[in-house]
T-cell receptor, first 114, second 111 residues
Framework: NAGVTQTPKFQVLKTGQSMTLQCAQD?????MYWYRQDPGMGLRLIYY???????DKGEVPNGYNVSRLNKREFSLRLESAAPSQTSVYFC?????????????FGEGSRLTVL | DAKTTQPTSMDCAEGRAANLPCNHS???????VYWYRQIHSQGPQYIIH???NNETNEMASLIITEDRKSSTLILPHATLRDTAVYYC????????????FGQGTTLQVKP
């Protein structure tokens, strides 16, 4: 019963370093998403992928890149990390299509940029 | 997608019904109302969604007013484990399933 798996769960970076957050789902879902959540705030959409081979910007895409590697995997890359990117990152997936907004979330990746 | 307005926080006694309101006065005819919750720092969890009719599942009931401008999530017998942030989200059917989260309501269930 893996669902949505994110790695790593914790990461500390120095300003300017790069890293990739990995996400994989085993539910054969078409759509995948990356959100960030800052302390005391709601989730904000960074990027999403409606289907394999497509990606689109969300509310806060600046400073990030994504890759939909295949149907299962959707990665988020920080090319040059900044302290403002300190946050908890959540990956989610859904079957997609009309009227099917049930998202399944991973446990989150906690990133600190010093 | 229509914007939603929720109270910042609410308290509920354990064993009693928790009624969480949500205003979405600009909702369009084809937009759905979704509810999610986030327990502590875990990933959000889907609760229920509806379009026009009231809905019920094993977790909760969703009551949508006839004009669809507001809704109420009902947890019939709240437990301490229901303490969480509850998000009311409105989205249309054609935006690929992406959800825009607001600030939500922090529900504190007390013994």
């Amino acid at each position: 019963n893996a669902g949505v798996t994110q790695t790593p769960k914790f990461q500390v970076l120095k300003t300017g370093q790069s890293m990739t957050l990995q996400c994989a789902q085993d539910m054969n879902h078409n759509s995948m998403y990356w959100y960030r959540q800052d302390p005391g705030m709601g989730l904000r959409l960074i990027y999403y992928s409606a289907s394999e081979g497509t990606t689109d910007k969300g509310e806060v895409p600046n400073g990030y890149n994504v890759s939909r590697l295949n149907k299962r995997e959707f990665s988020l890359r920080l090319e040059s990390a900044a302290p403002s990117q300190t946050s908890v990152y959540f990956c989610a997936s859904s079957s997609g299509g009309t009227g099917t907004g049930e998202l399944f979330f991973g446990e989150g990746s906690r990133l600190t940029v010093l | 997608d229509a914007k939603t307005t929720q109270p910042t926080s609410m308290d509920c006694a354990e064993g009693r019904a928790a009624n969480l309101p949500c205003n979405h006065s600009t909702i369009s005819g084809n937009e759905y109302v979704y509810w999610y919750r986030q327990i502590h720092s875990q990933g959000p969890q889907y609760i229920i969604h509806g379009l026009k009719n009231n809905e019920t599942n094993e977790m909760a009931s969703l009551i949508i007013t006839e004009d669809r401008k507001s809704s109420t999530l009902i947890l019939p017998h709240a437990t301490l484990r229901d303490t969480a942030v509850y998000y009311c989200i409105v989205r249309g059917p054609s935006n690929t399933g992406k959800l825009i989260f607001g600030q939500g309501t922090t529900l504190q269930v007390k013994p």
